[in-house]
């Protein structure tokens, strides 16, 4: 940089040029140290323009001029401007053309919507606009065309075309009417009305000025893809154009040419016209039109008239625009053959620039059944550019167009290539490599043992970007073809031998033995206390979702291999299985277990038989790739992870995902789980259908799902759901509460074929609880609940003091003669009479204080059991019925609510406040009330939640 | 085109031009995404890259980038020509233009674009044309002296 003193950086401003005052405040700035020091320099010099504008002395044109410039210099700086604009419009309405010119750029770059200026600006405008000085008359148009508002458009968009069209406008102004009108038509379409310019506005294609031309086209480009009918004149009109412009001497069109290029720009634009529709119907227009493509084709051939890079962009620019035509219209065989055989010379070219573009258009040539052939001839030359291109974005490309030129013949060596690529591609790419590769081998497997082993190396290469859709559908195909059933369980299993092999691999792995590693038993090597010891290996280094997948494969060895069952018991009694902090794995072990020591061997088999064959549909892994802006795409590697809707195969591990098997009102049976991690299987909570038919006869009868004490503690933070299921009844709950009062449905669903008699469900009171607690049942349920039906009861519920057992009840019938009897905690609870209360923070520290006598508090330290997972434990706080404070406790991890009790007799205040802590996976819980034993029951309550 | 912007091998923006519509905090956003993935960008790579749904187009002239975004349809190698046009314009107009031209005069060079380019198309490509309507403005106010200062960035590896 020479010199650091301001002179010697600053060019000299002349007296007559004006504005020194702007330069000498520009190189201020530009000597400013810091960011600070800038900041200063520019609010000196704001604070001095505001005095300026404020003060008493009228500023003169040019003063005005120089500090408005000043304010759109800081603005573009980077900084906010608040005051100026009325300066700015006043410049408008000046005589001298360099005040006007400021005043409109000011404009243009910082208008806003203020209302009062946008009337003053269009007046302003609207002034030039009549002025009939051309040069005026194109500012005004500029600043129309650059600020491109709604506003703007309704005060202007029915003056334009007439300006465009008018018989005495001047060609600049002409050019400026139609790129203004083009934007405001962008902008709002219904501003600007259709009539009788459109038709002369086509004949500017015609005009003798090259410049109108040239911006007539992009308008009328525009216009056509929304009014393809109304402008289909202009089709002739482009072709004539384009093959005088094409056909002409180099120098003919003198400074329309561009470096020997004639019309490089307007070539362009009348072929992207063109491109808006199919080929011309006239068979002269048409043998024009091929006549001039051939012209661009031929003269790519020809030696180049200049060495210049901008005669060889020039000229290519036509040409590529030119192979789009030809592909767009993917009617002439012959021109596609030749536009392919032109970009692959391209493919080699030493310009970067035009190997990238030659491998993008050569992906649509690819699509286009008479150039596929012809494309395929380039493979080694992109397989090439694949391995030694040196920017991502150029191998990019090459992926797409490998991807593109896949077909039968040459699916094995482009999917080999594609899967070596992997091994050292971009992160970035990664998961869209993988995706291809898996389509391709998908789509053009002639063996399928071929497809096993390319979906196994994907995971090998790069298991973390192999997402769910993939290894879903290897399973499908699996699952529906025998021919590779015996394959893929070899293979898996010998993939599963490496030390350390991707998690995916675990969870192919276990489900393909689970279902068919009775193909490969009979192999000492692969036995199946071989088999499960393997996958159990990996068992304790999964996550949670994988080694519930596991347990699943377990089972089913059990069916599978009668003698692992043993030791696969051994495993799920182990206390880690069957207590296992994780509901689900817990879940699974517990019901397993049973499953196993329960049922028969046919019943086993009944249960556990082979996956029936997936419906065929369209693969899940096409339809996300298509989800990425097709297979051009490279940039959107990072939205949108995994797509919940496509969990079919995972939805098939387990016989029945459904819980619910008569109609209930349990529709938000998982309220509490909403957001499961997103890996995890749907929640087996229980196999309840099969398992109805499997304990025929009232002897067994294990509660299916959660335990009721489990059940019932899930009630805390929610209203609904399925408080009891075994085998014969399903009891399901509604529940609504207000103040101290509330409303319960019990639903009561015989799950059996067969009648229950006597059926009588009664709440009880136990000790003094009625003195605390009023439930009335208001309806009554009949004596008989016919096999499958569901019945309803109503209670009605009045809090009348703080309490702290819930009421029970108690449900008694005859099932096949035989007496049932159960009794339930009914799921009323205290914090149900919570009202939310909102306070500020200040409101809320005060009281907190209030509340500090020792007894008033409680308080528990314990281990998370659940995902600490902040947006579950705020749905938690609120089903509680406390309302969430924000912006109260100055750690935002944690939470803080507040809520009155509400009972008949009293009303108790209650504060909580909730300290997760991640590392610890520990939480700490406090609460505050006004009365003792409520802040103490309200602790136990809600610490058994999280 | 939705956006033109002029800034330094620094980061510094010198010129920004949108012609699509957006709120000014969105504009800083994109623009400084914008210059990152430029400037992140080796010599000799590919002037051309996928940027959300939206073409980059970019050319360095001595310590100054200039970069294009443009719709995907829009023909990259036209675009480039685009900005050697517009540099020889502003060269034309300062006479050897250089970086710090484009910082002190920058409302000229706003209205040389204006001249060349309108509402993202290309308005004017005759150089004389263009050159005419600035001077004609030149001479509707005071006479002008010529600005010939700093070294031509074109052909010139100079930087300032």
Redesign the interface.
């Known amino acids: ?2 010199g650091a003193n301001t002179t010697a ?6 007296k ?3 504005m020194r005052g702007l ?1 000498v405040f ?2 201020d700035i ?1 000597n400013c140290k810091s960011k600070e020091a800038e900041i200063k320099r520019i609010n000196k010099e704001l604070a001095n323009i505001r005095s300026k504008f404020k003060g008493d002395k009228a500023l003169d044109g040019y003063s005005k001029k120089k500090y408005v ?1 000043k304010l ?2 800081i603005f ?1 700086l ?1 900084h906010d401007i608040d005051f100026g604009h009325m300066e700015a419009v006043n410049l408008l309405s000046s005589n ?3 005040e006007k ?2 005043g409109y ?1 000011f404009i243009s770059v910082l208008v806003n919507s203020n209302s009062e200026l946008i009337r003053l600006i269009n007046n302003a405008i609207k002034n030039d606009l009549a002025s009939r000085n051309p ?1 005026f008359m ?1 500012l005004a ?2 600043c129309i ?2 600020v ?2 709604r506003e703007m458009g309704e005060a202007f968009a029915a003056d334009i075309p007439r300006i465009l069209v008018a018989g005495d406008s001047m060609d ?1 102004v002409k ?2 009417a139609a ?2 009108l ?2 405001l038509y ?2 709002s379409p219904d501003l600007v009305p259709m009539g009788e310019w459109t038709a002369r506005v086509v004949h500017l294609l015609n005009d003798q000025h ?2 109108v031309v ?2 007539a086209v ?1 308008l009328i480009t525009c216009l056509c893809k929304k009014n393809p009918d109304d402008f289909k004149t202009c089709i002739s009109l482009a072709v004539s154009r384009l093959s005088r412009i094409v056909s002409s001497a180099s120098t003919d069109l003198q ?2 040419t ?1 470096y020997f290029v004639p ?4 070539s ?2 009348l072929l ?1 016209l063109l491109q808006c529709y199919p080929p011309p119907e006239d068979a002269a227009v048409k043998g024009r039109l091929v006549e001039c493509l051939e012209t661009v084709l031929n003269k790519a051939q020809e030696p180049p008239k200049s060495k210049k890079v ?1 005669h060889s ?2 000229k ?2 036509i040409l ?2 030119t192979i789009s035509l030809i592909i767009h219209y993917d009617s002439e065989p012959n021109l596609l053959v030749r536009a392919c055989n032109q970009l692959g010379q391209f493919l080699q070219h030493r310009e ?2 035009l ?3 030659a491998l993008e258009s050569m992906c649509t040539l690819a699509s286009s059944e008479f150039s596929h052939e012809a494309v395929k001839t380039h493979i080694d030359t992109v397989i090439n550019a694949l391995k030694t291109e ?2 991502v ?2 191998r990019q490309r090459a992926a797409d167009l490998l991807y593109a030129m896949c077909d039968r013949s040459n699916a094995k060596q482009i999917v080999s290539e594609m899967l070596r690529y992997l091994e050292t591609a971009d992160y970035a790419i990664r998961e869209e490599i993988v995706l291809k590769v898996a389509i391709l081998a998908e789509k053009y497997a002639v063996d399928y043992s071929w497809y096993v082993d390319t979906i196994l190396n994907l995971i090998r290469i790069a298991g973390d970007y192999v997402s769910e859709e993939v290894w879903y559908r290897v399973l499908q195909i699996v699952t529906n073809r025998d021919d590779v059933q015996g394959y893929a369980a070899k293979t898996v299993f010998e993939a599963l031998q490496a030390p350390a092999c991707h998690e995916n691999m675990v969870k192919v792995g276990g489900y393909i033995l689970g279902e068919f590693g009775n193909l490969i038993a009979g192999d000492p090597r692969s036995s199946p206390p071989v088999q499960f010891s393997l996958l159990h290996s990996k068992f304790h280094l999964c996550s949670v979702a994988t080694r519930a997948l596991l347990l699943s494969t377990y089972i089913k060895f059990i069916n599978l291999f009668p003698e692992t069952k043993a030791t696969i018991q051994g495993v799920l009694r182990a206390g880690s299985q069957l207590r296992n902090a994780d509901v689900e794995l817990q879940q699974r072990a517990v019901e397993y277990l049973t499953l196993s020591s329960v049922a028969s061997t046919d019943v086993l088999a009944t249960v556990l038989e082979e996956m029936p064959p997936f419906p065929e549909r369209e693969s899940s892994i096409l339809a996300k790739l298509k989800r990425k ?1 097709g297979p051009g ?3 959107a590697l990072d939205d949108g992870r995994r797509d919940p809707s496509s969990n079919d195969i995972n939805g098939g591990v387990e016989p029945t995902p459904s819980t619910v098997s008569t109609p209930s009102p349990s529709a938000d049976l998982l309220g509490l789980r909403a957001a499961p991690p997103p890996a995890a299987p749907p929640a087996p909570a229980g196999a309840g259908n099969l398992l109805v038919d499997v304990f025929d006869g009232p002897a067994a009868q294990p509660s299916l799902g959660p335990t009721p004490e489990e059940a019932f503690l899930r009630f805390v933070c929610k209203n609904n759901g399925v408080l009891f299921e075994n085998q014969l009844l399903q009891i399901g709950v509604k529940s609504e509460f207000r103040q101290n009062l509330g409303r319960m449905y019990l639903f009561y669903g015989n799950k059996t074929s067969v009648q229950f008699q006597n059926f009588l469900p009664t709440v009880v009171h136990p000790g003094d609880l009625q003195t605390h607690i009023r439930l009335n049942v208001t309806k009554r349920v009949a004596a008989q609940v016919d096999g499958g039906a569901q019945v309803q009861q109503v209670l009605n519920i009045e809090c009348l003091r703080d309490f702290l057992t819930p009421p029970l009840l108690s449900v008694r019938f005859r099932y096949g003669g035989t007496p049932q009897s159960l009794t339930l905690k009914l799921p009323v609870t205290i914090n149900k009479f919570f009202q939310p209360t909102e306070m500020a923070a200040q409101d809320f520290f005060q009281r907190w204080k209030q509340l500090s006598l020792p007894q008033q508090e409680a308080q528990k330290i314990f281990k998370a059991n659940h995902p600490m997972d902040a947006v579950l434990t705020k749905a938690k706080l609120l089903g509680f019925g406390s309302a969430l404070l924000d912006n109260v406790d100055p750690n935002p991890e944690n939470f803080v609510g507040a809520g009155i009790i509400q009972t008949k007799a009293l009303q108790v205040g209650c504060l909580l406040r909730l300290e997760p802590n991640a590392q610890a996976q520990m939480y700490r819980l406090t609460l505050r009330t006004s009365k003792e034993p409520v802040s103490r029951h309200l602790c136990e309550l809600l610490a058994q939640q999280f | 085109m939705q956006v033109m912007l002029l800034f330094s091998r620094q980061g510094k923006l010198r010129l920004q031009k949108w012609y699509v519509p957006l709120p000014d905090k969105e504009k800083k956003k994109i623009t400084t995404e914008l210059v990152q993935t430029v400037l992140a960008r080796k010599p000799k790579m590919c002037g051309f890259l996928e940027w959300r749904d939206l073409k980059i187009v970019y050319k360095t002239y001595a310590s100054l980038y200039f970069c294009c975004a443009t719709e995907d349809q829009d023909n990259e190698l036209i675009t480039l020509e685009i900005i050697h046009r517009y540099v020889e314009l502003l060269d034309k107009c300062f006479g050897s233009v250089s970086e710090l031209d484009i910082i002190f005069k920058f409302e000229k060079a706003y209205f040389i674009l204006d001249e060349f380019l309108l509402g993202g198309e290309v308005q004017e490509t005759s150089k004389k044309n263009v050159l005419t309507a600035i001077q004609q403005a030149d001479l509707l106010q005071e006479k002008t002296e010529s600005m010939c200062h700093g070294k031509s960035f074109i052909g010139c590896k100079k930087t300032y």
């Open positions: 940089r020479p950086i600053m060019p000299a401003v002349s007559g040029d004006g330069a520009i190189s530009r410039c759109l210099f573009l980077g001298k053309y360099t010119q400021i750029l040069t194109c148009l500029h065309a650059n491109g508002s600049s050019q400026s790129l203004c083009l934007r962008k902008a090259m410049g040239t911006a992009s400074d329309y561009y019309a490089p720009w307007l362009v634009k992207r901008q962009n020039a290519n620019a590529f625009e970067t620039n190997r990238y573009l040196r920017d974005s150029v802006k795409a490279g940039s």
